[in-house]
């Protein structure tokens, strides 16, 4: 009885047009996989591992706890930690605001308190040495970004790449699914337009979550923001 009371009000407070069951073929449960959230204004990212939850946001908040067990009602997921709760609602196409892209769940989040709403979906894990290569940069937070002087390269535990105006390089190295720049150096050049070059430095001198999106481009991101690159 319990599960049905809790699975009706995430149907009800999730979603404020019609709910639906997952799809035939649908994204998977989320417990015991990787799975990934996110929001804008302020920009906040959560993500789950199959052991805990991870919340962080762009006003330096962070909150870890182990994963509760997935109660998994008629529209989606849910997930009551201590500090933050997890409500998904799968088959509800959902776009982030800042991207054509579209994520398979809208979710809300609720960190003492303080509620988020935002996109999310199933991530697969990163593993040491899959993120080398070059890499086109797509968006620094939530600016778009193309052209040849957006680009990064991962390679031999060493980074170089540009986000529009000077050149930038350092070392780099991969724990689980984080990758820690720096020192990162930079030529002082200085251009018209310096907003995602300033914004990737603030994402660079912070540890970074890694995650895969479904179409394989890769996703660095922490509490000050993201950056998006593909192959």
Known sequence: ??????????????????????P?????????????????????????????MVFSNADGMRVAEPQPRAIHGF???????R????????????????SD?????????????RRFEGCGGPVETAQSGTVEG???????????????????????????????????SGPYRIERQTLVAGPVVATRMACPDMRAETAASQILAQ???IAWTTSGNLI????AGEIRLAR
């Not at 009885?1 to 997952?22: D, H, K, N």
């Not at 529209?75 to 930690?81: H, K, L, P, R, V």
């Not at 709760?85 to 959902?94: A, E, P, T, W």
């Not at 957006?150 to 930038?168: D, E, P, T």
């Open 1 to 22: 009885m319990r599960l049905a009371i809790l699975a009706t009000a995430a149907a009800v407070t999730l979603s404020g047009c019609e709910t639906m069951m997952p």
């Open 24 to 52: 035939p073929g649908g994204p998977p449960p989320v417990a015991g996989a990787s799975y990934r959230a996110s929001g804008t204004e302020p920009f906040w990212g959560l993500t789950l591992d199959g052991r805990q």
């Open 75 to 81: 529209a989606g997921d849910i997930y009551q930690g």
């Open 83 to 98: 500090r933050i709760n997890l409500n998904i609602v799968h088959g509800q196409r959902c776009s982030d605001g800042m």
């Open 101 to 113: 892209r579209t994520y398979p769940d809208k979710v809300q989040v609720s960190v003492d308190g």
């Open 134 to 168: 070059d890499w086109n940069v797509l968006a620094v937070g939530r600016q778009l970004v193309s052209g040849d002087s957006y680009k990064l390269s991962l390679a031999g535990g060493r980074l170089s790449g540009q986000f529009g105006c000077n050149r930038m």
């Open 207 to 209: 540890p970074m979550q």
């Open 220 to 223: 660095l991101s922490n509490a």
